[in-house]
DNA sequence: AAAGATTGAGTTGTCAATCTTC
DNA sequence: GAAGATTGACAACTCAATCTTT
């Protein structure tokens, strides 16, 4: 394992991955014990909700939960298997599939809310300084970014 | 969606979900297209070779991956059919297994950590400054300690 | 033909039950 | 009986192929 990566550097890395998988896991379990929808279905309704007049096509879901189009098929049909979304055909572009919340969708969005929110308080944001949390939304937002780019893989 | 996190913790706490799913992802693809090991593998493979004596219990290999037991077993199967690992009964405990690397598998990890650390520098580090890398190292590093605590959940 | 979405087949991971050793 | 590991049944996601609308 030859130095490819300063060692500060891969400590940072190590932290941000680990880190990552432990702590949704633990938001994960809490969800799930308290009889609640899972993360992702959180993440669906969440992206439903705040999209411009509570509609999202298909694909768009898609790219927002960094997941394939087939993935979001699959989830959304779960999601409208369990009555918390409805498709409707696209007013504009027939091809297209548009996902909407039904009123069970919004209780149980708001109902997932406040045990999510413990979890982001209580294991991430509890343990971080205002300075920490200031620079680690900005750096983390900028890395973001840079990762959406087409790819500049030689 | 009342106010129970206060707005910078909120985007501190998207802009880390997305960054990690958005990177892992381009890393992941990265690797494929270059034909090296899954960056699954690759950890797997990681922690063998770090671990003293070059060998590790099946279980220890499930928490340091954030996997479940039988999560691990599944894994490790493949990176035996591949040729990469090979199991062998705990030498002090019978009901052990530990997982040691193979010839092989020590190839393959040379050969993905080149393309695993562009990503690391490329997409993560080369994005952050030095000031930004040792913070983010260490407050993360202290949310995932926390987050291995028992459970304080009320 | 291109883009949106879905389906079939296969892979990866989980939970609950089981086997083995302590 | 408890812990380590594995197996069977099943859930979640991906890729490639397909269908529909543009």
């Given at each position: ?15 941000f991955?680990q ?6 896991l ?22 439903i ?15 927002s939960?960094?997941?394939?189009r087939?993935?979001a ?10 009555g ?30 406040p045990?999510?929110?413990r ?21 983390l937002g ?13």
């Amino acid at each position: 394992v030859t130095k490819l990566v300063e060692p500060r550097g891969l400590d940072a890395w190590r932290a941000f991955v680990q880190t990552h998988a432990a702590v949704i896991l633990r938001i994960e379990r809490d969800l799930e014990s308290r009889g609640l929808i899972p993360l992702v279905w959180y993440d669906v309704l969440v992206a439903i909700s705040s999209a411009p007049g509570r509609r999202l096509r298909m694909r768009a879901l898609a790219d927002s939960l960094v997941l394939t189009r087939s993935g979001a098929t699959r989830l959304v049909d779960k999601l409208e298997q369990a009555g918390l979304v409805r498709r409707e055909i696209a007013p504009e572009d027939g091809r297209g599939a548009v996902a909407t919340l039904t009123e069970q969708g919004l209780v149980a969005l708001r109902r997932a809310w406040p045990v999510y929110a413990r979890g982001i308080n209580g294991l991430f944001l509890s343990r971080l300084s205002a300075r920490e949390i200031e620079t680690i939304g900005r750096a983390l937002g900028r890395v973001h970014r840079a990762a959406l780019e087409p790819s500049d893989s030689s």
